[in-house]
């Protein structure tokens, strides 16, 4: 399997408190994405990397920050964790263009 | 309207039957295409691309219209592990190689 890792697997947190999630590649690949995965949602883009220091919002990103200093780390930050933002996240990476995303194993987070 | 529609399902189908899921993108502009499986609680993993040929891959076949923009998975002979929700996935803009997800199509597979 692709090297791609994300920390913590699982967290509750307060409203109001700041929360980041790590997501660990190990392949050297340019792009990284973080998803929501929501009940009758889907997965939606939150924001992506096309390289260190470039990032670029997606469909979702209010509430959230992200930042890759770093090829191999991609973090996302929730500035001040909120109830709406209980869901499971998840980390993709993307290698040749064509070829789709491997994924993370995923953070349920849930925020009280 | 969702940039990529699927029937949620459930589809409850017994062992061995054949079973077919299709999905419809609303931008004419997608360039690649994809059926992601997800089992319960699991990341989501590439089951196969789809290209406009059509493709097979063991008891999975994949078919692209891009005519009628949509997309189809057809499963024969299907085993209990088949069970998983299937995600049809359409690649828009490949700069950003940014993916839009179905919501997914569920498949039971009884005994």
């Known amino acids: 399997d692709a090297g791609i890792t994300q920390s913590p697997r699982h967290k509750v947190t307060e409203t109001g408190t700041p929360v980041t999630l790590r997501c660990h590649q190990t392949?050297?690949?340019?792009?990284m994405y973080w998803y929501r995965q929501d009940p009758g949602h889907g997965l939606r883009l939150i924001h992506y990397s096309y390289g260190v220091k470039d990032t670029d919002k997606g469909e979702v990103s209010d509430g959230y920050s992200v930042s890759r200093s770093k090829t191999e780390d991609f973090l996302l930050t929730l500035e001040s964790a909120t109830s709406s933002q209980t869901s499971v996240y998840f980390c993709?990476?993307?290698?040749?263009?064509?070829?789709?995303?491997?994924f993370g194993s995923g953070t349920r987070l849930t925020v009280v | 309207r969702k940039e990529v529609e699927q029937d949620p399902g459930p589809f409850n189908v017994p062992e061995g039957a054949t079973v077919a899921f299709n999905c419809t993108y609303s931008?004419?502009?997608?360039?690649?295409f994809f059926w992601y499986r997800q089992d319960c609680r699991k990341e989501p993993k590439l089951l196969m691309s789809v290209y406009s040929s059509g493709n097979e891959d063991g008891r999975f076949t994949a078919q692209l219209n891009r005519a009628s923009q949509y997309i189809s998975l057809l499963i024969r002979d299907s085993k209990l592990s088949d069970s998983a929700t299937y995600l049809c996935v359409v690649m828009r803009d490949t700069g950003r190689r940014a993916l839009t997800f179905g919501s997914g199509t569920r498949l039971q597979v009884q005994p």
């Open positions: 993709a990476i993307s290698g040749r263009t064509g070829e789709g995303y491997t």
């Open positions: 392949e050297n690949h340019r792009y």
């Open positions: 931008n004419s502009a997608s360039q690649s």
